[in-house]
Every structure is written in structure tokens, then in C-alpha cells.
């Protein structure tokens, strides 16, 4: 964890923002701060599993929010590498030849999306790494070291907020943003309907629905909704892009 002072006025100005709110704070209020003390233009953050499907939990803004999908369905990304390193991948510039060899397909699309810089901080508490805080800004940068301290205080903040709302039961894990739970649980349910239909683990089945979604272009959660309504299957044996409702 950070320094206590540094922690302490953290916690106060995302405890601010849910009071603005006139709520329990969420990992919503830690992105709204994050955004209004970093030099950075917005925010997103995403839980993170090893054994389940991935979901955003909350951005601040458009890009933001591409942002968090485009590494969801692409399976690549800063946020995709902090959580899977267990460390802050620092992204000063989406046109560097180095990220454009590591993260071809997204750095195109975040650069599209409006995103310049990236920066993501994986969430711990203790041996729990429940998911990662993500940073873009529109022009390209560093964070020095002032804003780096401080968007590694505001992770660790998000960690708690996190997991003070699984201890409690909580549904709406992002505070305020009603759809999140909705989302998260169709994208599930497609996984686990595609497990049937494909005859594969729950990984595997993940997988082609991630990359059916960016096959076509289309968003996770809309063609999640299309397996959940039967309006669209995956036939045993079939191809990732081509499925039995094209036939």
C-alpha cells in the first residue's frame, strides 16, 4: 500500500465525489476523482478474472468506454498485460513503433477511439488482484512521479471499494451505474450457453465470443444479448466467423 498521508487524501477526495453523488462509494466516485486530480482525460476500470469473463465496471467518458471494450474483446492491451503481469504498464504514446509491434490491433482502434496515452494499474489486496484501473489521456506523455504516486493510490483505493462491496454483497459494484450488473450477467450466461453449444470449456467459449464480436465490429455486450435471445448460435465444429443464423 502507499504512504498513509498520500492514501488518506485519496480516500477523502473519492468519498467527496460519492457525497456529491448522494451514495455509497463506489469504484465509480474512483474514477471521477481520478480524473479530476490527474492530468489524464479519463478513466475506465474492469474486473479481472483468471477463471471467469472479464467486465468493465465503470468509465467516465466515451473513450473511456471504448477503451475498456476494445481490450475485453481483443484480449490485448495495457489493461490485459497489467493484470496479467501484476504490475502498472505505462503507455506515454500509442504511435511508438514498440506498441504498435506489441498491441497491433488495439493500439489502432485506442488511437481511433481518441486515446493517445494509456496508463494501467492493476488492483491488490494482499494476494487478491481483483481487477485494473485504466488512465488514456489525448496527447501523448509520462506521468511524473507526483501523478504516478497518486494513480497507484487511487488503484489501491478502488481495491478496497472493490472488495468492502463483495464482503457486503453488493450488486452495483460500480455505484450508479444500474446496467453494469446486467451486463456482466448476460455476458456470462452467453459464455455458458456458447460451453453447451460448442462442447468447450468456459475459457475457450469466451474466446470465440470475444472474437466474433470484433470479427463483425460489433460491441461484447450486444452480441452476448444476441446468444442469450437464441438469435444467434455457434454450431459445434463451426468457425469463429461463421455461424449457423449466416447460413
Do not use: K
Not at 504516486?149 to 468492502?164: H, Y
Not at 450488486?171 to 468447450?200: F, K, N, S, W
Amino acid at each position: 500500500m502507499r504512504s498513509d498521508n498520500r492514501s488518506a487524501r485519496i480516500q477523502v477526495l473519492v468519498a467527496e465525489q460519492a457525497a456529491r453523488r448522494g451514495a455509497r462509494v463506489g469504484v465509480v466516485d474512483v474514477c471521477t476523482a481520478a480524473v479530476a486530480a490527474l492530468p489524464v482525460g479519463g478513466a475506465g476500470l474492469s474486473a479481472m478474472s483468471r477463471s471467469a469473463a472479464s467486465h468493465p465496471l465503470c468509465s467516465t467518458d466515451d473513450v473511456s468506454e471504448q477503451l475498456e471494450e476494445l481490450q475485453l474483446t481483443l484480449g490485448e492491451g495495457p489493461c490485459v498485460d497489467a493484470f496479467t503481469q501484476g504490475s502498472a504498464v505505462l503507455t506515454p504514446d500509442l504511435l511508438a513503433v514498440e506498441v504498435q509491434d506489441r498491441w497491433a490491433v488495439f493500439a489502432d482502434a485506442a488511437l481511433e477511439a481518441g486515446a493517445r496515452a494509456v496508463y494501467a494499474f492493476p488492483l491488490h489486496m494482499g494476494a487478491i488482484s481483483p481487477g485494473v484501473l485504466d488512465l488514456y489521456s489525448q496527447v501523448p506523455g509520462r506521468l511524473n512521479a507526483e501523478a504516478l504516486a497518486d494513480a497507484l493510490a487511487f488503484a489501491d483505493t478502488a481495491a478496497l471499494v472493490l472488495l468492502d462491496s463483495r464482503i457486503d454483497g453488493e450488486e452495483d459494484l460500480a455505484g450508479g451505474h444500474e446496467d453494469l450488473g446486467a451486463y456482466r450477467a448476460e455476458i456470462d450466461q452467453a459464455t455458458g450457453m456458447l460451453t453447451a453449444q460448442l462442447g468447450v470449456g468456459a475459457e475457450e467459449a469466451f474466446v470465440r465470443l470475444r472474437a466474433y464480436a470484433y470479427a463483425r465490429g460489433r460491441r461484447l455486450a450486444t452480441v452476448a444479448a444476441d446468444v442469450v435471445a437464441h438469435r444467434l448460435t455457434f454450431p459445434p465444429g463451426a468457425e469463429t466467423d461463421r455461424t449457423d443464423d449466416e447460413a
